[in-house]
T-cell receptor, first 115, second 116 residues
């Protein structure tokens, strides 16, 4: 399967613990996005990578959040000292090209539950 | 500010009925792109259509059709002869062309339930 892959699919963690999610985009896709989706809402933008460079971070991304995309391949999203408000679905998307008309392909997401 | 509004939170229909999902957007950009995505229970967002602001022609793809009206800032989606497999959450989205990211701004989604 050559779609966007996210791991793990589900994560339950205790408040205060650190968690890390991984996203493997479609091969050769230069653009990678992280979104967060809470229950009953649409996805909200978190951060964007163009190849290995992180070019934009949303105000939603507090200092406890960090994302990387080493060598412009897979990406990781880490949340430190998790809080109950971090419970959400974290979606990764990738696309190829440079224009606003490029189609973004989404992974199945990682559902985080903080207890 | 850019915004997408999907006023219908949930719609229930019986199989074979036609259903229209509404989408209203706000943007100051003169060139922009609109999208519809489907999110089945598995969680993955599935791309359905992309439309640029210069193309106001309606589009039909099988049982799906889209009505883009710039004058009312609307991009509505109609499913003809709905089927149970159409049950999902549908999102309308606007690309943020003013940034270098072209990130998507999503509406809150419309949950469609099609009953047999």
């Amino acid at each position: 399967d050559t779609g966007v892959s996210q791991n793990p699919r589900h994560k339950i963690t205790k408040r205060g613990q650190n968690v890390t999610f991984r996203c493997d985009p479609i091969s050769e896709h230069n653009r990678l996005y992280w979104y967060r989706q809470t229950l009953g809402q649409g996805p909200e933008f978190l951060t964007y990578f163009q190849n290995e460079a992180q070019l934009e971070k949303s105000r939603l991304l507090s200092d406890r959040f960090s994302a990387e995309r080493p060598k412009g391949s897979f990406s990781t999203l880490e949340i430190q000292r998790t809080e109950q408000g971090d419970s959400a679905m974290y979606l990764c998307a990738s696309s190829l090209g440079w224009g606003a008309d490029t189609e973004a392909f989404f992974g199945q997401g990682t559902r985080l539950t903080v207890v | 500010a850019q915004k997408v509004t999907q006023a219908q939170t949930e719609i229930s229909v019986v199989e074979k009925e036609d259903v229209t999902l509404d989408c209203v957007y706000e943007t100051r950009d003169t060139t922009y792109y609109l999208f519809w995505y489907k999110q089945p229970p598995s969680g993955e967002l599935v791309f359905l259509i992309r439309r640029n602001s210069f193309d106001e022609q309606n589009e039909i793809s099988g049982r799906y059709s889209w009505n883009f009206q710039k004058s009312t800032s609307s991009f509505n989606f109609t499913i003809t002869a709905s089927q149970v497999v159409d049950s999902a959450v549908y999102f309308c989205a606007l690309s943020d062309v003013s940034s270098n990211t072209d990130k998507l701004i999503f509406g809150t989604g419309t949950r469609l339930q099609v009953f047999p």
